[in-house]
């Protein structure tokens, strides 16, 4: 059988495209395919990581996407304001996508829009058949009834201003705004000293975002800062998952033999909805394999997933205690207590590598919830076979 590539990467977002950099730099003698549906790669996104979150090594062969650093970030709750002197990390779409497409050249397919995927073989809309000994799915987050989920809903405007706004570092986290639809906050990233990404986002119940209303509340915050807009560069928002329970086991199985990567994967932060950390482990995972076939890639990457998905167990409770205790407009009593807690262990919560004596300082002391609330929401681990989300 002749082979159009050695790995076919199908989607070319975030976690494919991190894949593909990689491979480029790491192992050059593999042909590697990437297609996406649409006219650029990455869509139109902003992804960010913690300093803590990646090795130095990681951060060494990321660097070059990277447009945006800080060194530290400031939450803001209506009892507690807080710089935290941890550094903070942006990529954006469009260099992602310049970046990659220097690269790797012709081994990106744009507006390839894809019929079926299967373990070696991919057919694209208009019929054309590729074939590779490994083929990985990356189209972004897999519904399935396996998996019980709250969602983290955002719209973000990235606006030109017209004074400098005065700002040193991102807000990551502004909840003294008004609250509704659930846990709202105001997400700000200081892009130039004159442009801004403001993000209104909400871990809400429903994944319905009001668009317009969004637009409008990033306006109403930024005037109530005395910021004047002079102009929207541009806009994205999307929907993540935050998971509450499921069954990782029966999810790989609806792959049918084909690899996955990225939200795909169920390979994203549990709380915060972070993939990009994710993504550069995985990168990494994978060069380590000797044969490149989906049959190994499958198991290599379904063993890597169900592994974090263990380790990962208490992030799933502390999501039920979010969305299930307590009223929906004071969940934000439980981000304003964790944020009263040491650097460090808010390092290791972001980087997902928590000890068992943060584990037990994070739930220790009197909860900001009720506490028959939340005895409930810590017992709910089987809301997937229940059918209530």
């Not at 719209?155 to 705004?177: K, N, T, Y």
């Not at 910021?227 to 560069?233: A, D, L, N, T």
């Amino acid at each position: 059988m002749t082979f159009d590539a050695d790995l076919i990467l199908v989607g070319g977002g975030l976690a494919n495209g991190l894949l593909a950099w990689r491979l480029h730099e790491a192992r050059p003698g593999l042909r590697v395919l990437l297609l996406e549906q649409g006219p650029v790669l990455g869509g139109n996104h902003t992804w960010s990581f913690h300093e803590h979150d990646l090795s130095e090594a990681q951060q060494a062969w990321l660097a070059p996407l990277v447009s945006q650093r800080w060194d530290h970030y400031r939450v803001i709750f209506p009892q507690l304001r807080r710089a935290l002197r941890s550094g903070y990390a942006s990529l954006l779409s469009g260099q992602f996508h310049r970046c990659l497409t220097e690269r790797l050249g012709d081994a990106v397919r744009l507006d390839a829009e894809v019929a079926t995927v299967e373990p070696q073989r991919v057919v694209l809309a208009g019929g054309e058949v590729l074939r590779a000994p490994a083929v990985i799915d990356g189209r972004g987050v897999r519904r399935s009834r396996h998996l019980a989920l709250g969602f983290q809903k955002f719209l973000g405007q990235e606006v030109r201003l017209a004074a400098p706004h005065g700002l040193d570092g991102p807000i990551l986290m502004d909840a003294s705004v008004a609250q509704h639809d659930g846990y709202r906050f105001i997400y700000v990233l200081p892009l130039a000293a004159d442009r801004l990404l403001i993000e209104d986002t909400y871990y809400a119940d429903g994944e319905a975002v009001a668009s317009e209303a969004l637009r409008d509340n990033i306006a109403a915050y930024a005037a109530a800062q005395g910021w004047r807009i002079s102009g929207i560069e541009r806009e994205e928002q999307g929907v993540l998952p935050i998971v509450l329970s499921g069954d990782m086991e029966a999810f790989w199985r609806e792959a049918n033999g084909v690899p996955l990567s990225g939200l795909s994967a169920g390979l994203f932060h549990p709380t915060t909805g972070y993939s990009l950390p994710d993504a550069v482990r995985l990168a990494d995972h994978l060069l380590a394999l000797d044969r490149w076939t989906s049959a190994e890639l499958c198991a290599a990457i379904g063993a890597h997933a169900r592994r974090q998905w263990r380790e990962r167990r208490f992030f799933r409770l502390l999501n039920r205690m979010l969305f299930m205790a307590g009223r929906p407009d004071r969940r934000w009593q439980v981000m304003q207590r964790f944020y009263r807690l040491r650097e460090p262990l808010i390092q290791r919560f972001y980087a997902a590598r928590l000890t068992p004596w943060d584990r037990l300082r994070i739930v220790s002391g009197k909860p900001p919830v009720p506490v028959g609330e939340a005895l409930r929401a810590l017992a709910a681990g089987n809301l997937h076979l229940k059918g209530s989300r």
